[in-house]
């Protein structure tokens, strides 16, 4: 066979090219969607009837990482619900940072309880979009997390990120990243990598170790779907499904607008094989928040 751009031949006559399935047929193969054609086994998978069947943008139903103008966001509660309903979700959830040292752009302990009981009378008022209670804590260098136990209890989820000390070497970043996966109450580790394009590289870390550790704390790894981030990236996202680690995906938005990022997330989370089963907001608002409950200790 000869295929080019006009299509494929055998001789000089044309056998396929009007569809790309008609192409892949001549091979005796299946259509391999355009996010797996990387030389990573897909051929090999395609022959075997092992290709999986990857999740799509309407399996997502909710969204598990946005920010309100508590923090950095731009958007009011009740503005990020009005938008999550335009946009059809079920749920979202709300994870503005939180120190315990009050800083510009974070919420303090005292802004995390009221922002709690405004999620509250929110959930109250409508039953539209469920909006859980979340915050991002930082993970210190020495892995703790800088919220305490008691600071966190009563929340939905909690996720742990990596905000400084980003140069460590990768033994120190490893064994960082492996004692906050111990921490009680630990639900999603946020945008692992931490990488942010185009200024900022990957930080350095045993990425299987982290991997197993999440396995085995039954929690999640987030697939931050900021284009900036892209976090965890698709091989990863690979490894993770490989593991049995289901995938967390958030928008990372700071406005209603950005819930449109969750497209760039399912994409990578395409390229990274993964199917509906494979990513914990495919399930609905019910079964979501009972999931990450389980992990809060």
Same mark, same amino acid.
Request: aromatic share 4%.
């Given at each position: 066979?000869?295929?080019?751009?006009?299509?494929?031949?055998?001789?000089?006559?044309?056998?396929?090219? !009007?569809?790309?399935?008609?192409? *892949?047929?001549?091979?005796?193969?299946?259509?391999?969607?355009?996010?797996?054609?990387?030389?990573?086994?897909?051929?090999?998978?395609?022959?075997?009837?092992?290709?999986?069947?990857?999740?799509?943008?309407?399996?997502?139903?909710?969204?598990?990482?946005?920010?309100?103008?508590?923090?950095?966001? #731009?958007?009011?509660?009740?503005?990020?619900?009005?938008?999550?309903?335009?946009?059809?979700?079920?749920?979202?959830?709300?994870?503005?940072?939180?120190?315990?040292?009050?800083?510009?752009?974070?919420?303090?302990?005292?802004?995390?309880?009221?922002?709690?009981?405004?999620?509250?009378?929110?959930?109250?008022?409508?039953?539209?979009?469920?909006?859980?209670?979340?915050?991002?804590?930082?993970?210190?260098?020495?892995?703790?997390?800088?919220?305490?136990?008691?600071?966190?209890?009563?929340?939905?989820?909690?996720?742990?990120?990596?905000?400084?000390?980003?140069?460590?070497?990768?033994?120190?970043?490893?064994?960082?990243?492996? #004692?906050?996966? !111990?921490?009680?109450?630990?639900?999603?580790?946020?945008?692992?990598?931490? #990488?942010?394009?185009?200024?900022?590289?990957?930080?350095? *870390?045993?990425?299987?170790?982290?991997?197993?550790?999440?396995?085995?704390?039954?929690? *999640?790894?987030?697939?931050?779907?900021?284009?900036?981030r892209l976090d965890l990236s698709d091989g990863a996202c690979r490894a993770a499904r490989h593991a049995g680690v289901r995938v967390a995906l958030g928008s990372d938005a700071r406005s209603g607008g950005e819930f449109a990022n969750l497209r760039w997330g399912v994409l990578t989370a395409r390229r990274g094989w993964l199917e509906p089963?494979?990513?914990?907001?495919?399930?609905?608002?019910?079964?979501?928040?009972?999931?990450? #409950?389980?992990?809060?200790?």
């Open positions: 066979l000869k295929i080019n751009e006009y299509g494929v031949f055998r001789g000089a006559k044309r056998i396929a090219g !009007e569809t790309e399935e008609s192409v *892949f047929a001549t091979a005796d193969l299946p259509y391999i969607p355009p996010e797996l054609r990387e030389d990573r086994g897909e051929i090999d998978a395609a022959r075997q009837g092992r290709l999986p069947n990857l999740v799509e943008l309407g399996d997502i139903k909710g969204d598990l990482h946005c920010r309100s103008d508590a923090s950095d966001g #731009r958007d009011s509660l009740e503005a990020l619900v009005a938008a999550a309903k335009r946009q059809k979700l079920a749920y979202i959830a709300i994870v503005d940072p939180c120190r315990r040292i009050a800083s510009a752009n974070r919420l303090d302990l005292d802004g995390l309880a009221r922002q709690g009981e405004a999620i509250d009378r929110i959930n109250a008022a409508q039953r539209d979009v469920l909006v859980l209670k979340g915050v991002e804590t930082a993970i210190r260098e020495d892995g703790s997390l800088d919220l305490s136990d008691e600071a966190l209890a009563g929340l939905d989820l909690v996720v742990g990120a990596v905000t400084d000390q980003l140069a460590l070497p990768a033994e120190k970043q490893t064994a960082r990243l492996l #004692r906050a996966l !111990e921490a009680k109450r630990l639900s999603i580790l946020a945008h692992p990598l931490n #990488r942010y394009f185009p200024q900022r590289a990957a930080i350095s *870390f045993n990425l299987e170790r982290v991997i197993a550790a999440a396995t085995a704390r039954g929690c *999640f790894l987030e697939l931050n779907a900021r284009p900036e089963g494979d990513v914990l907001n495919t399930l609905d608002a019910a079964a979501v928040k009972a999931a990450l #409950r389980q992990t809060m200790g």
